[in-house]
């Protein structure tokens, strides 16, 4: 019983490790899944969510699996031993997709981000298309950036038409936000426009993106051999347990 006592001992320090790590990874995939919310939406692609959501009910397993885990090695009880290993391997198999998926589709989300901001900046930002309007001023406003791949892409929209200002930008390019800065000269700080924020968001988006994914992968790592050596022992204690 020498093996099992010290497989208990581990599991029971582990699992508080594991609902601590599963409270962990729901945070992240919750700051994700704010963060990219407008990015989905002027991306049109599920593909920036799936992933995010495929690890934040990793999280949620995690955490619970945790508590099973806990309460089974400390009572030395075969069945939640036995449910904690299967809950394990489920969040596992849920991880490895989500970081495939991940690594799979990152290219595919900045391509159609890019083409569908220039087209989005150029044709469709509109009063009669609200949502990509509040997208597209989420994301100037949120990554502190302008236009697609600088400010001068917002002269040549539709929605610049008849404005008589050189290279006017919505509100959202301003540095701080006061209504109808974007085409006031004094707000957007005279010709150095020192007010607005000149660099487009492609490259913005596509860094926050890139950084955001390698930290997903790092944590779903980390977590995965956390979770082999809990699956390891608590099997060696449910074996144990069952002589």
């Known amino acids: 019983m020498g093996r099992a006592n010290v497989s208990r001992t581990l599991l029971i320090v582990f699992n508080f490790i594991f609902v601590l790590?599963?409270?962990?990874?729901?945070?992240?995939?919750a700051y994700n899944l704010a963060t990219y919310w407008d990015i989905a939406a002027i991306a049109a692609d599920s593909a920036v969510t799936i992933g995010t959501i495929l690890l934040l009910?990793?999280?949620?397993?995690?955490?619970?699996a945790g508590i099973l885990g806990f309460c089974g090695s400390l009572n030395r009880h075969s069945g939640m031993l036995l449910g904690f290993f299967v809950l394990l391997l489920i969040i596992f198999m849920f991880?490895?997709?989500?970081?495939?998926?991940?690594?799979v589709h990152r290219q595919e989300v900045l391509d159609n981000l890019r083409t569908k901001l220039s087209t989005d900046i150029q044709s469709k930002y509109t009063p009669s298309n609200i949502g990509i309007q509040r997208g597209l001023n989420a994301i100037q406003t949120q990554f502190k950036c302008c236009g697609s791949y600088n400010y001068t892409d917002w002269a040549?929209?539709?929605w610049a038409s008849g404005k008589t200002i050189a290279f006017p930008v919505p509100?959202?390019?301003?540095?701080?936000?006061?209504?109808?800065?974007?085409?006031?000269?004094?707000?957007?700080?005279?010709?150095?426009?020192?007010?607005?924020?000149?660099?487009?968001?492609?490259?913005?988006?596509?860094n926050t993106v890139s950084e955001n994914s390698n930290i997903i992968l790092g944590v779903g790592i980390g977590v995965g051999v956390l979770q082999i050596f809990g699956m390891a022992c608590s099997m060696i204690l449910y074996l144990e347990l069952r002589k």
């Open 57 to 64: 009910t990793a999280g949620i397993i995690t955490a619970l």
């Open 21 to 29: 790590s599963g409270l962990s990874i729901i945070g992240l995939a």
């Open 156 to 158: 040549s929209s539709s």
């Open 171 to 206: 509100d959202s390019c301003c540095k701080v936000y006061v209504p109808g800065c974007g085409l006031d000269e004094v707000q957007r700080g005279g010709a150095n426009l020192t007010g607005i924020n000149l660099n487009g968001c492609i490259q913005a988006v596509s």
């Open 95 to 103: 991880e490895v997709a989500a970081a495939i998926y991940t690594i």
